[in-house]
């Protein structure tokens, strides 16, 4: 099946613990994307890539790193996770930047204490 | 910058009557428009794309719009039913990057029996 994989689905942590979200496509996608969602702000990008080992910032990178180190991986890092940074996050891939159409990980609740 | 703007945050209606669902943007050089569905819990999945090109798209019951001169886009449901209660959001992918996607905080659609 078709999918892309978050993993964990909930995770609360404490302030500066270092802790890392899995991203992983089946799919053979070259663009992968992380999104974070909070209440009456939609969606904002942090950080995408458009191939193996190219990334760039989206919307709002403070705080967050990320790699692409395979094509099927895009796992985002929060090296001190802050109470700010509780949310709920989306991976997501599609297949280049020709094909649009966003497929959307199940998300990620984080709570930072 | 983009602005995406969706009007109401949330809507109740009768199983079986139609609907549409509102999508505002503020600048009209975008390059494409994409409604998804989020139902509780999990990730968004696209329903519709329509290119800045074309000027509607339609899956089953589902028909969205696009007036770029106006900077607005509606999805339209026909028949509603209790299983279509989710939220609905619209993405704008911009012109002037088109590695960024502006998403709307989205229409909570509650679909009555």
């Known amino acids: 099946e078709a999918q892309v994989t978050q993993n964990p689905r909930y995770l609360i942590t404490v302030t500066g613990k270092k802790l890392t979200v899995t991203c992983s496509q089946n799919m053979n996608h070259e663009y992968m994307s992380w999104y974070r969602q909070d209440p009456g702000l939609g969606l904002r990008q942090i950080y995408y890539s458009m191939n193996v080992e190219v990334t760039d910032k989206g919307d709002v990178p403070e705080g967050y790193k990320v790699s692409r180190k395979e094509k099927r991986n895009f796992p985002l890092i929060l090296e001190s996770p802050s109470p700010n940074q509780t949310s709920l996050y989306f991976c997501?891939?599609?297949?280049?930047?020709?094909?649009?159409?966003?497929?959307f990980g199940s998300g990620t609740q984080l709570s930072v204490l | 910058k983009q602005e995406v703007t969706q009007i109401p945050a949330a809507l109740s209606v009768p199983e079986g009557e139609n609907l549409v669902l509102n999508c505002s943007f503020t600048d009209s050089a975008i390059y494409n428009l994409q409604w998804f569905r989020q139902d509780p819990g999990k990730g968004l999945t696209s329903l519709l794309l329509i290119q800045s090109s074309q000027r509607e798209q339609t899956s089953g019951r589902l028909n969205a719009s696009l007036d770029k001169s106006s900077g607005r886009s509606t999805l339209y449901i026909a028949a509603s039913q209790p299983g279509d209660s989710a939220t609905y959001l619209c993405?704008?992918?911009?012109?002037?990057?088109?590695?960024?996607?502006?998403f709307g905080a989205g229409t909570r659609l509650t679909v009555k029996p």
């Open positions: 993405a704008v992918k911009t012109q002037e990057n088109n590695n960024d996607m502006r």
């Open positions: 997501a891939s599609s297949l280049n930047r020709a094909n649009e159409k966003l497929f």
